[in-house]
């Protein structure tokens, strides 16, 4: 078995934009390889250094020669790279895995490029990116490379200033690497395309000495090699240039009506998660505001469960001074919920110009559906068996009704801790459409830490351990309950009478 040879780039050179996977092959490698100049200090290795342990052994890749003044540069690096492939190669074939350090990117005028294109094919090769220098010489200037259908030229300051000169005024942004002493060159060829006055300088990008300023500004006897020219993006600031100034405070703001779902961020909508996310405010009963992460940026409004419309009318309130407010319901808000409080609320003059627009949720009776298999599947209603705000003789006849159109019924509210007696009354009303084994679900808090879902028959059906946070599914003629392979209970409504 042979060793692995890893390229892993190390990013421009702030320790703390090594990547993970970096830093764990740095950690378990058997032989660390580094680039150096002729003093033997290596960027690669002090940005790595963090990361090294004992008893690793270090191959540091002295150069020869450092720049293409020197003699037959070309020959000099080929032969130099042959050697220390010879000598990588040793400790692969031994079987030791090799990491080769590199700043930036392995594959972006990274030297690892030399040793793979030796040792690929003859050994297992991974290469890990790393954030460029370009990439980090933006983030520092603040500026970004690209926007829209750009056209993004990377360069290497080598190339002679009249070709330099030529590819800068034919492209929108561009980034000019390998500075040093071709830097009078590259200034130059900016002026002759008139690209000097968009030009930025940033050297060492990303570390404590790092130094950015207009290009024309720069002193070429103070440029090192690892430093970068750049043009950003023409698109960027023109329409930053243009864009209107902020609007004043004041004016309408909106009201959002927000379905949590029954439980979690799972059952929460990318439309809704975003309308909560925008939001300055947060209104809704206390424990269901309290399923909303806290964002030091909005303000919270909690409030009991029987002020709906007082709660509606603050929400208003606060929107028509220009603020973006988000009301919170469980479920869905539009089924027994915020919903019509709001709008019954925003019907008035007062609030007519006051935008209102309500986000669905997914509601109880389709998640504790979906937990049993399919009991809605058939033609049904959604009742609730409370009668704070309506009568209970109202509550009866639409229970009959229902009963005896053979609907499947979804029963909100079923029971509280003071409103026991109203669950035994409706059992009584549909035994008297019902068959005693007809199907009923109670689940309860679904989606949630106390998730419970369990079927009983309608006879056996009482208030113990129902409370208004359960909803149940009374079933239809059609309505089956069916045991599966493994034991688990299905219920379901057919889709078609026979």
Same mark, same amino acid.
């Given at each position: 078995?042979?060793?692995?040879?890893?390229?892993?780039?190390?990013?421009?050179?702030?320790?703390?934009?090594?990547?993970?996977?970096?830093?764990?092959?740095?950690?378990?490698?058997?032989?660390?390889?580094?680039?150096?100049?002729?003093?033997g200090?290596?960027i690669?290795?002090?940005?790595?250094?963090g990361?090294?342990?004992?008893?690793?052994?270090?191959?540091?890749?002295?150069?020869?020669?450092?720049?293409? %003044?020197?003699?037959?540069?070309?020959?000099?690096?080929?032969?130099?790279?042959?050697?220390?492939?010879a000598?990588?190669?040793?400790?692969?074939?031994?079987?030791?895995?090799?990491?080769?350090?590199?700043?930036?990117?392995?594959?972006?005028?990274?030297?690892?490029?030399?040793?793979?294109?030796?040792?690929?094919?003859?050994?297992?090769?991974?290469?890990?990116?790393?954030?460029?220098?370009?990439?980090?010489?933006?983030?520092?200037l603040?500026?970004?490379?690209?926007?829209?259908?750009?056209?993004?030229?990377?360069?290497?300051?080598?190339?002679?200033?009249?070709?330099?000169?030529?590819?800068?005024?034919?492209?929108?942004?561009?980034?000019?690497?390998k500075?040093?002493?071709?830097?009078?060159?590259?200034?130059?060829?900016?002026e002759?395309?008139?690209?000097?006055?968009?030009?930025?300088?940033?050297?060492?990008?990303?570390?404590?000495?790092?130094?950015?300023? !207009?290009?024309?500004?720069?002193?070429?006897?103070?440029?090192?090699?690892?430093?970068?020219?750049?043009? !950003?993006?023409?698109?960027?600031e023109?329409?930053?240039?243009?864009? !209107?100034?902020?609007?004043?405070?004041?004016?309408?703001?909106?009201v959002?009506?927000?379905?949590?779902?029954?439980?979690?961020?799972?059952?929460?909508?990318?439309?809704a998660q975003?309308?909560?996310?925008?939001?300055?405010?947060?209104?809704?009963?206390?424990?269901?505001?309290?399923?909303?992460? %806290?964002?030091?940026?909005?303000?919270?409004?909690?409030?009991?469960?029987?002020?709906e419309?007082?709660?509606?009318?603050? %929400?208003? %309130?606060?929107?028509?001074?220009?603020?973006?407010?988000?009301?919170?319901s469980?479920?869905?808000?539009?089924?027994?919920?915020?919903?019509?409080?709001?709008?019954?609320?925003?019907?008035?003059?007062?609030?007519?110009?006051?935008p209102?627009?309500?986000?669905?949720?997914?509601?109880?009776?389709?998640?504790?559906?979906?937990?049993?298999?399919?009991?809605?599947g058939?033609?049904?209603?959604?009742?609730?068996?409370?009668?704070?705000?309506k009568?209970?003789?109202?509550?009866?006849?639409?229970?009959?009704?229902?009963?005896?159109?053979?609907?499947?019924?979804?029963?909100?509210?079923?029971?509280?801790?003071t409103?026991?007696?109203?669950?035994?009354?409706?059992?009584?009303v549909?035994?008297?459409?019902?068959? !005693?084994?007809?199907?009923?679900?109670?689940g309860r808090?679904?989606?949630?830490?106390?998730?419970?879902?369990?079927?009983?028959?309608?006879?056996?059906?009482?208030?113990?351990?129902v409370?208004?946070?359960?909803?149940?599914?009374?079933?239809?003629?059609?309505?089956?309950?069916?045991e599966?392979?493994d034991?688990?209970?299905?219920?379901?409504?057919?889709?078609?009478?026979?």
């Amino acid at each position: 078995m042979t060793g692995h040879l890893y390229g892993v780039g190390l990013g421009p050179g702030d320790p703390e934009l090594i990547t993970l996977k970096a830093a764990r092959l740095i950690a378990a490698a058997d032989v660390v390889v580094y680039h150096s100049a002729r003093h033997g200090r290596s960027i690669a290795r002090s940005i790595a250094e963090g990361h090294l342990r004992d008893g690793q052994v270090e191959e540091p890749l002295i150069y020869p020669v450092t720049t293409e %003044a020197t003699g037959d540069y070309r020959r000099v690096l080929e032969e130099f790279y042959d050697r220390c492939a010879a000598r990588l190669a040793g400790h692969l074939d031994a079987g030791r895995d090799v990491v080769v350090l590199c700043e930036g990117d392995p594959f972006f005028y990274g030297s690892y490029m030399h040793l793979h294109k030796r040792l690929d094919g003859r050994y297992p090769t991974t290469v890990v990116p790393g954030v460029t220098s370009v990439s980090g010489a933006c983030a520092d200037l603040g500026r970004p490379l690209v926007e829209r259908d750009e056209v993004l030229t990377v360069l290497p300051g080598t190339l002679p200033p009249d070709e330099l000169a030529r590819r800068l005024a034919a492209t929108d942004s561009a980034a000019v690497l390998k500075l040093g002493r071709t830097f009078g060159g590259v200034r130059r060829a900016l002026e002759e395309a008139g690209r000097l006055d968009d030009a930025w300088y940033v050297e060492r990008a990303t570390t404590g000495r790092r130094r950015a300023l !207009p290009l024309a500004d720069v002193d070429p006897a103070t440029v090192p090699y690892f430093s970068v020219a750049v043009l !950003p993006s023409r698109v960027h600031e023109r329409t930053r240039r243009s864009l !209107p100034e902020p609007a004043a405070a004041g004016g309408p703001g909106e009201v959002a009506v927000v379905g949590l779902g029954p439980a979690g961020r799972a059952w929460l909508t990318p439309e809704a998660q975003d309308a909560l996310a925008a939001a300055d405010d947060l209104v809704g009963y206390a424990p269901y505001l309290a399923r909303v992460p %806290a964002n030091p940026r909005q303000a919270r409004h909690a409030t009991d469960n029987r002020v709906e419309s007082e709660r509606a009318e603050f %929400a208003l %309130a606060l929107a028509e001074r220009g603020r973006r407010v988000a009301v919170v319901s469980s479920g869905d808000p539009g089924v027994f919920a915020m919903a019509a409080a709001v709008l019954e609320v925003a019907a008035e003059d007062r609030w007519k110009d006051v935008p209102v627009r309500v986000l669905p949720g997914l509601t109880a009776a389709n998640a504790v559906a979906a937990r049993i298999g399919a009991p809605l599947g058939h033609d049904y209603c959604v009742l609730s068996l409370s009668d704070r705000l309506k009568p209970w003789d109202v509550v009866e006849a639409r229970l009959a009704a229902a009963a005896a159109a053979d609907l499947v019924i979804a029963i909100y509210n079923p029971a509280s801790r003071t409103r026991t007696a109203q669950l035994a009354k409706a059992r009584d009303v549909l035994l008297a459409h019902r068959s !005693p084994d007809t199907p009923v679900v109670i689940g309860r808090d679904v989606g949630g830490a106390e998730e419970s879902v369990r079927v009983v028959r309608l006879e056996d059906l009482t208030a113990d351990g129902v409370d208004m946070r359960c909803l149940l599914l009374v079933g239809s003629s059609r309505t089956r309950a069916a045991e599966r392979g493994d034991g688990a209970t299905t219920v379901f409504t057919p889709r078609r009478y026979p």
